[in-house]
């Protein structure tokens, strides 16, 4: 029976002004899939009209899943689906109007195939 070996990332980046609006995941080693199912960014002030872009990429290109703003201030964006990432490839948050000081958050969920 082969073991089953979840991932759950979570980053928490206070965002410096000059620097690229996007965090990401963890890369994926050599030889390792990894079917994500679910992600989520913000950041702490992430006003209802200003967007975070979810997706991920793919060692040649951002791809992005869903754009959205959130409902409610502060509220995170979530992604639910699949998607299979291989060597080097990750997840990322793009986040439009984040202000010096404020924390950037990224959280993926999946597992090892």
Request: aromatic residues 12%; without cysteine.
């Amino acid at each position: 029976m082969t073991e089953i070996r979840v991932h759950q990332f979570e980053k928490d980046f206070p965002f410096a002004t000059g620097n690229d609006n996007h965090i990401v995941g963890q890369r994926v080693k050599t030889g390792q899939v990894l079917k994500i199912t679910h992600i989520a960014g913000g950041f702490n002030e992430l006003a209802t009209t200003e967007y975070v872009e979810l997706g991920f990429y793919n060692g040649h290109a951002y791809i992005p899943l869903k754009k959205a703003a959130p409902a409610v201030i502060g509220d995170l964006i979530h992604w639910d689906g699949e998607i299979w990432l291989r060597e080097q490839q990750y997840v990322y948050a793009y986040l439009a109007d984040v202000a010096n000081g404020e924390v950037m958050r990224l959280r993926a969920q999946g597992k090892y195939e």
